[in-house]
């Protein structure tokens, strides 16, 4: 935990904010805070700051709040996933958040088991945890919005547009692409990247159609078969690190 996150709520009418559970756990037992330290913290969707603690007592941490007055900058890259298993998506939250994006679309696909969207790893309680979990660990502030697509071509067709900016590039991971993502991003001068990542068993041929209809180019992972996890992460990765360096 590198940011200790702040819920809008929390602050009273002095800057005092009073912590306990995990976070309160976290500064007493592994910073080994005690009164006047100074701490790193972020109020969530909002600026970082600097908390300094005020008192510890028995469950109960007690912080005196300063935040900067600017927000972090948005994530420039969002993504598109087709909802793989539970058990997988339970651990995805945290990284994705971490590796930062704006928004996580959950799609149903044609290889995509439909009780998936019965899991409780889709409920808002549930994955806004994990998110403030990856968002702790990476120092960041901004919460994805996350919105969950049970039918893909409604949405492809009637939303996409609004949702994400037309300026936008949209990608999208098969193995039938003939570039890699580096030559697919190449004089791209869009600021804003989608990134459409399958179910492990792959789009289907329809889907890659009807994906293609509504402007996403087709790029290839490299020639190993990746789980969608392994996927996911590993191209958030390549996408944030250079929206990351032309940032500066």
């Not at 037992?29 to 009164?35: E, I, N, Q, R």
């Not at 948005?74 to 996933?81: K, M």
């Not at 990542?197 to 889907?207: A, C, I, L, N, Q």
């Amino acid at each position: 935990m590198n940011l200790i996150l702040i819920h809008q709520h929390e602050p009273d009418s002095e800057g005092l904010v009073r912590l306990a559970g995990e976070r309160a756990e976290h500064i007493r037992g592994v910073l080994k805070a005690s009164h006047g330290k100074t701490l790193r913290i972020g109020l969530l969707n909002g600026p970082k700051g600097r908390g300094t603690v005020e008192s510890v007592s028995g469950k109960e941490v007690v912080l005196r709040c300063e935040f900067e007055e600017k927000i972090p900058p948005q994530p420039t890259v969002d993504l598109l996933l087709a909802l793989p298993r539970p058990k997988v998506m339970k651990r995805l939250w945290a990284q994705i958040a971490a590796l930062g994006v704006g928004r996580i679309i959950i799609a149903n696909a044609g290889k995509v088991e439909r009780y998936y969207f019965d899991s409780h790893v889709l409920e808002p309680d549930f994955y806004n945890a994990r998110l403030i979990e990856g968002l702790q660990q990476a120092g960041d502030t901004l919460l994805p919005e996350v919105r969950i697509i049970k039918e893909l071509k409604p949405f492809l067709e009637d939303e996409l547009n609004s949702v994400f900016p037309m300026s936008g590039k949209k990608l999208l991971a098969d193995p039938s692409g003939e570039q890699n993502v580096f030559q697919a991003l190449e004089k791209a001068e869009a600021a804003n990247i989608l990134i459409a990542v399958g179910p492990e068993g792959g789009w289907t041929p329809y889907e890659l159609e009807l994906f293609a209809a509504h402007g996403f180019r087709v790029f290839n992972a490299g020639p190993r078969i990746l789980r969608a996890d392994t996927a996911c992460v590993a191209l958030l990765s390549q996408l944030t690190l250079r929206s990351g360096a032309n940032e500066k």
